[in-house]
């Protein structure tokens, strides 16, 4: 359960970690049994100023361009404290908790009060994050949120995602249109970006790192965005390997297609769980 200054590591068993980078809470790492689940790219660059290519950075208060900010908001580029450092209880289980609050920079771009925090619980086959967000200031603010997860995958051709027939989307490859999904599993064979509306709680995302299968478990988060850029967007992007593409999957549990309204002194929490169940 070791740490530096800007890395937290929550530390199973010699094969069964988490790593969080302080710069935007950034979840870097997630091994199960010696298995990699979470793709960063080689090209990610560390210089806590640009937010990191791949893990799971914390999108916050902002999903997308934002007039007032950055896009995806200030959390994912925003230095988080260490509010409880890696704990292991009784089972093994280890938890570490940060946090992240208003300053003088955040409330230049966005004038509110608030307290983040995000808790990070790895078991044996099984990781939880669990997102809070605190309005402490006297006035109502909105807000979208979302978990950025970029899973590691052999082959994205060959991932399908489960719970997603039915169900409408915006699809912002073709100019934020509506569609509706017909498929049962989905899967992705160019560029792809859509935003799930109204999704279930569970979806099982089939053949990531060593053939393995997750089950994404989400609570208080009604989308889920699916995100690959394929060849012609990875090329244009600087911090991302130009054949990188192909391991890679982005399956992201969010409140985006509303924004949240939260009053004075209250408390919005939304959850996901990833377990690898096979």
């Known amino acids: 359960m070791a740490e530096n200054a800007d890395l937290v590591v929550l530390e199973r068993s010699e094969d069964t970690s988490v790593t969080v980078h302080l710069h935007g809470a950034t979840v870097t790492s997630w091994k199960c049994g010696g298995q990699e689940m979470i793709f960063v790219s080689k090209q990610a660059v560390y210089d806590n100023k640009k937010a990191i290519r791949g893990g799971i950075p914390v999108v916050f208060p902002n999903f997308g361009p934002w007039d007032l900010g950055p896009q995806h908001g200030f959390a994912r580029i925003s230095r988080w404290t260490l509010s409880q450092s890696p704990t292991k209880d009784s089972n093994g289980d280890v938890s570490a908790v940060l946090a992240l609050e208003d300053t003088d920079n955040t409330r230049k771009m966005w004038n509110h009060k608030f307290k983040v925090t995000y808790t990070l619980t790895l078991k044996q086959c099984e990781f939880q994050m669990d997102f809070a967000v605190e309005n402490t200031g006297p006035d109502e603010f909105d807000f979208t949120c979302l978990l950025h997860t970029y899973f590691h995958v052999p082959d994205v051709t060959k991932t399908t995602i489960s719970g997603l027939k039915g169900l409408q989307y915006s699809d912002k490859v073709r100019d934020g249109q509506t569609f509706t999904e017909d498929r049962d599993l989905v899967s992705l064979a160019e560029n792809y ?68 309204k939260l009053s004075p002194s209250d408390k919005f929490e939304a959850s996901q769980t990833l377990t690898v169940t096979q």
């Open 193 to 260: 970006d859509r935003v799930y509306i109204n999704t279930p709680p569970d979806h099982t995302i089939s053949n990531v790192t060593a053939g393995k299968n997750i089950l994404l478990k989400k609570s208080n988060f009604p989308d889920t965005v699916v995100w690959n850029p394929w060849m012609e967007k990875a090329k244009a992007m600087s911090d991302f390997g130009d054949d990188e593409y192909p391991n890679m999957l982005c399956v992201e549990a969010g409140y985006v297609t509303s924004r949240y």
